[in-house]
């Protein structure tokens, strides 16, 4: 068990339709990292916030966005989903900025039909 | 723009047979070097990292690792492997001075054979 946690653990929705993931980092951690899981793209990297605001951008369509509250968990939202956006969606966090290890949440397996 | 590469996509081992999955990444800076490993069904558990210091670094499960910057390689390496092994490894880098996401290799299929 890393300490992350991620609800729900699956997802199956409809195309179109709008989804939001949660995680919440390991006690002490300030940052968070979002990755997508797929069979033909593999781990990319989303986006990342840190303390509460955005530092890092990946491979994140517009159709998604992500957040970090005050408490410092996190969520993303996925919306106008689409067949492909089916994949693992990983949350990870780490003490510091840019420096350290992350640790893995158990993902949220989303399947959109 | 950094990269990692994973030479083998899916190896097949008998139990006790020695294992190394190649790794290799381009960043012309200082790097933090992971293995994680995925079993069926689970998420990415860390298996070993390095930061800096003596460039064999061991973790967990008998694995070890080892960095040589000349040929800008993390090799992981196991001298006999169980059926328990069988899962998915993936190599990662984090450059320091870049955003601070890892960048993930396509990863390594490991099938054990009992």
Known sequence: D??????????ITATGQRVTLRCSPRSGDL??????????????????????????????????????????????????????????????SSVGLGIGTQYFGPGTRLLVL | AQSVSQHNHHVILSEAASLELGCNYSYGGTVNLFWYV???????QLLLKYFSGDPLVKGIKGFEAE???SKFSF????????????????????????????????????????
């Open chain 1, 31 to 92: 940052s968070v990292y979002w990755y997508q899981q797929s069979l033909d793209q593999g781990l990319q990297f989303l986006i990342q916030y840190y303390n509460g605001e955005e530092r890092a951008k990946g491979n994140i369509l517009e159709r998604f966005s992500a957040q970090q509250f005050p408490d410092l968990h996190s969520e993303l939202n996925l919306s106008s989903l689409e067949l492909g956006d089916s994949a693992l969606y990983f949350c990870a």
């Open chain 2, 75 to 114: 090799n992981l390496r196991k001298p006999s492997v169980q059926w328990s092994d069988t899962a998915e490894y993936f190599c990662a880098v984090l450059g320091l001075g870049s955003q601070g996401n890892l960048i993930f290799g396509k990863g390594t299929k490991l099938s054990v054979k009992p």
């Open chain 2, 38 to 44: 995925q079993y069926p069904g689970q998420h990415l």
């Open chain 2, 67 to 69: 960095f040589i910057k």
């Open chain 1, 2 to 11: 890393s300490g992350v946690t991620q609800t729900p653990k699956h997802l």
